[in-house]
T-cell receptor, first 117, second 113 residues
Framework: DARVTQTPRHKVTEMGQEVTMRCQPILGHNTVFWYRQTMMQGLELLAYFRNRAPLDDSGMPKDRFSAEMPDATLATLKIQPSEPRDSAVYFCASGPGRRAGSGNTIYFGEGSWLTVV | AQSVTQLGSHVSVSEGALVLLRCNYS??????LFWYVQYPNQGLQLLLK??????LVKGINGFEAEFKKSETSFHLTKPSAHMSDAAEYFC???????????FGTGTRLTIIP
């Protein structure tokens, strides 16, 4: 059963610490997304990659957030330094990328639940 | 630019009653429309989607939705609610040559026994 795998599932950290979240997209998928979910803002797109290249990171605070795809099987989202307002659920999702823009289904991981105290 | 409006952040229905969750979209290009469900402490799971062709689409767990271009709507329905349907439901839109989804704010569905 192919699925998007995210680690860690839960993280509690102190303000100012670095946080790294990892995602393994579904094998063969070439588009990867990072979304953030909060009560106030709902689901926000932070970053979007196709074939490991960033296509859109306009939703990501550039001063403290960074997203990369070191290889096709790993996507990372890093926050440095973390702040209490970063507390949220961070979802990674992947898509097959066939005929981009044709309504491909995007598959979500279980999320990384981050609490910054 | 694309956007989604979900009317009603909370909807309660009795078990066995009709479920209707509303979604209206705005898109400058032909839209692809999705409904996702999120159970507590879990990720999002696709219920159904509209891409092209038949405007009435059927999904998992007995849900269906109808794409109405003239009304810019994509409402989600289920004839008879089950307790297991209690969850949060998100409508989303994509299109214009990329796959990124723009989500609505979600509707929390409560089922009354």
């Amino acid at each position: 059963d192919a699925r998007v795998t995210q680690t860690p599932r839960h993280k509690v950290t102190e303000m100012g610490q670095e946080v790294t979240m990892r995602c393994q997209p579904i094998l063969g998928h070439n588009t990867v997304f990072w979304y953030r979910q909060t009560m106030m803002q709902g689901l926000e797109l932070l970053a979007y990659f196709r074939n490991r290249a960033p296509l859109d990171d306009s939703g990501m605070p550039k001063d403290r957030f960074s997203a990369e795809m070191p290889d096709a099987t790993l996507a990372t989202l890093k926050i440095q330094p973390s702040e209490p307002r970063d507390s949220a659920v961070y979802f990674c999702a992947s898509g097959p990328g066939r005929r981009a823009g044709s309504g491909n289904t995007i598959y979500f991981g279980e999320g990384s639940w981050l609490t910054v105290v | 630019a694309q956007s989604v409006t979900q009317l009603g952040s909370h909807v309660s229905v009795s078990e066995g009653a009709l479920v209707l969750l509303r979604c209206n979209y705005s898109s400058s290009v032909p839209p692809y429309l999705f409904w996702y469900v999120q159970y507590p402490n879990q990720g999002l799971q696709l219920l159904l989607k509209y891409t092209t062709g038949a405007t009435l689409v059927k999904g998992i767990n007995g849900f269906e939705a109808e794409f109405k271009k003239s009304e810019t709507s994509f409402h989600l329905t289920k004839p008879s609610a089950h307790m297991s349907d209690a969850a949060e439901y998100f409508c989303a839109v994509s299109g214009g040559g990329n796959e990124k989804l723009t989500f609505g704010t979600g509707t929390r569905l409560t089922i009354i026994p």
